[in-house]
C-alpha cells in the first residue's frame, strides 16, 4: 500500500492506450508539478511565456465565454507591484495578528484589504484542518517554530516578494459570470502551471495577491466588471529545503451513492 496521502500507481491497460500521449509521462507531468517557493532571479525568456500563454487558448471554457483575463508583470515592473503589496501587508499586519487596538488604527487609516473577494475568512471546519495541517508540514519542514512569529511574517512576506520569482501572472475572472468564471479561471491556472513545467519553469499560485487589489491598479488598465483572483510566480526554482517540500495529495473525494442500484 502506498502511504496515506502519496498518489497510488495504477496499472495502465496498455492495449486500451489510444491516446495522444503515453498516459505514464502525462502522469509523470502533472507529479512534477509543484508549488516552487523560492526562485532564482534569472528571467524567463519571453519565448517561453508567450508558449505557455499559447498553451493556455487550448483550455475548456464555460460555453467557450473565456470570463478571465491576466495581466503578466516582470522586472522593474514586478518590484514595484511587490513593494506595493508589502506595504499594504505591514498596514494591514494587525488583523494577521489579531491585534485590537492595531486593527482599529488600521480601520482609521484606511490600510483595510481592498480585494475583490475576502481571503482572510473563515474555513469550514474540515477544510481548515486540511489547510492548517498544511502550515504544520511546511513550517516544520523549513524549520519554523509555532511561536515564532516573526519568522511567519517573514515567510508571509516572502509571498509577497514573489518568493524571488521574475515573472508573475495575475488572474482576473468576470463578476458576471461567477462562479463559472472562477471555474474557468482555474482551468486556465492549472494549464498554464503544467505548461510552465513542461518548459523547466516553476509556479506557486498565489492567491494572497487576492487580498489586496490597489497594487495591480496602479500598473494595470484591468477591463471593468473583472474581479482579481490570484496571482501566480512564475521563475526557475532555487535548489533549497522549502522547494524539496511536498504537500499530501490526497484521494479526490467522492460522494458515496445513497444506495446501490442494478
Ligand atoms: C488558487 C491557489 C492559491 C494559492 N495561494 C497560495 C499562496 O498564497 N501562497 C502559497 O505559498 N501557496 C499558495 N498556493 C499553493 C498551495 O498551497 C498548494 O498548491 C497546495 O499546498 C498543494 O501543494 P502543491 O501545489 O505543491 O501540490 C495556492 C494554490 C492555489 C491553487
Known amino acids: 500500500m ?7 500507481v ?6 486500451a492506450y489510444a491516446g495522444p500521449v503515453n ?4 502522469s509523470q507531468l502533472l507529479s512534477s508539478r509543484h508549488a516552487v517557493r523560492d526562485f532564482k ?8 511565456i508567450d508558449a505557455i500563454l499559447e498553451d493556455a487558448r487550448a483550455c475548456a471554457s464555460w460555453s467557450n465565454t473565456r470570463p478571465y483575463a491576466v495581466a503578466v508583470a516582470q522586472g522593474e515592473q514586478l518590484r514595484r507591484i511587490s513593494a506595493s503589496y508589502l506595504t499594504a501587508f ?5 488583523i494577521v495578528h489579531k491585534d485590537v487596538p492595531g486593527i482599529v488604527r488600521t480601520v482609521l487609516t484606511g490600510g483595510l484589504p481592498d480585494g475583490d473577494f475576502r481571503t482572510w475568512k473563515k474555513y469550514p ?8 495541517q498544511l502550515g504544520k508540514a511546511m513550517y516544520t519542514h523549513i524549520g519554523i517554530a509555532r511561536r515564532d512569529s516573526e519568522a511567519r511574517d517573514e515567510s508571509k512576506r516572502d509571498n509577497l516578494r514573489f518568493f524571488g520569482a521574475p515573472a508573475a501572472m495575475f488572474f482576473f475572472v468576470h463578476k458576471d459570470l461567477l462562479p463559472f468564471s ?15 513545467t513542461a518548459h523547466g519553469v516553476g509556479t506557486c499560485p498565489l492567491g494572497v495577491m487576492a487580498t489586496w487589489r490597489h497594487p495591480l491598479d496602479a500598473e494595470f ?14 521563475g526557475y526554482a532555487n535548489d533549497s529545503a522549502i522547494n524539496s517540500f511536498r504537500a499530501p495529495h490526497p484521494p479526490v473525494e467522492q460522494i458515496p451513492a445513497k444506495s446501490a442500484r442494478s
Open 23 to 26: 498516459p505514464d509521462e502525462f
Open 182 to 196: 472562477a471555474m474557468d479561471a482555474g482551468i486556465v491556472l492549472q494549464t498554464i502551471m503544467l505548461s510552465a
Open 41 to 48: 532571479p534569472e528571467p524567463i525568456p519571453q519565448t517561453t
Open 221 to 234: 488598465s484591468v477591463p471593468k466588471d473583472y474581479k482579481l483572483i490570484t496571482g501566480l510566480a512564475l
Open 10 to 15: 495504477l496499472k495502465v491497460d496498455r492495449r
Open 125 to 132: 471546519p474540515k477544510l481548515l484542518e486540511r489547510s492548517q
Open 90 to 94: 505591514e498596514k494591514a499586519a494587525p
Open 2 to 8: 502506498p502511504p496515506s496521502g502519496s498518489r497510488s
